[in-house]
């Protein structure tokens, strides 16, 4: 089991940053290719960015695209999405997964989730 811990949420106004964080636990959380997803009351969770384990790929929903950054440290076994120009429809719950064997765009691919940070983005 592999236990994922995000940090970074809160309340901010439309126009401001945010940055979450995801620590993924021990030497093998460097491997795993790591994704963001958010879900908004009433909806259905979905994709906002991954990264591959080695770094050289990324991607991005439409959404945020132009507006969100996905990075890792490896020394820190931590995973950020850099969210910038934030609108209240960006407002959800943003969950961190990892490990996926699949296409990085897929929740169902993802086995490891964290417990989700709640982003507000006020008008």
């Known amino acids: 089991q592999v236990h994922l811990v995000e940090s970074g949420g809160g309340l901010v106004q439309a126009g401001g940053s945010l940055r979450l964080s995801c620590v993924v636990p021990?030497?093998?959380?460097?491997?795993?290719?790591m994704g963001w997803f958010r879900q908004a009351p009433g909806k259905e969770r979905e994709f906002v960015s991954a990264?591959?384990?080695?770094?050289?790929?990324?991607s991005y929903a439409e959404s945020v695209k132009g507006r969100s950054t996905i990075s890792r440290d490896y020394a820190k076994n931590t995973v950020y999405l850099q969210m910038n120009r934030l609108k209240p429809e960006d407002t959800a719950v943003y969950y961190c997964?990892?490990?996926?064997?699949?296409?990085?765009?897929?929740?169902?691919?993802?086995?490891?989730w964290g417990q989700g940070t709640q982003v507000t983005v006020s008008s």
């Open positions: 990264i591959t384990g080695a770094g050289t790929v990324t």
């Open positions: 997964a990892a490990g996926s064997t699949g296409g990085i765009t897929a929740a169902s691919g993802y086995p490891y």
């Open positions: 021990g030497r093998t959380g460097t491997r795993y290719t």
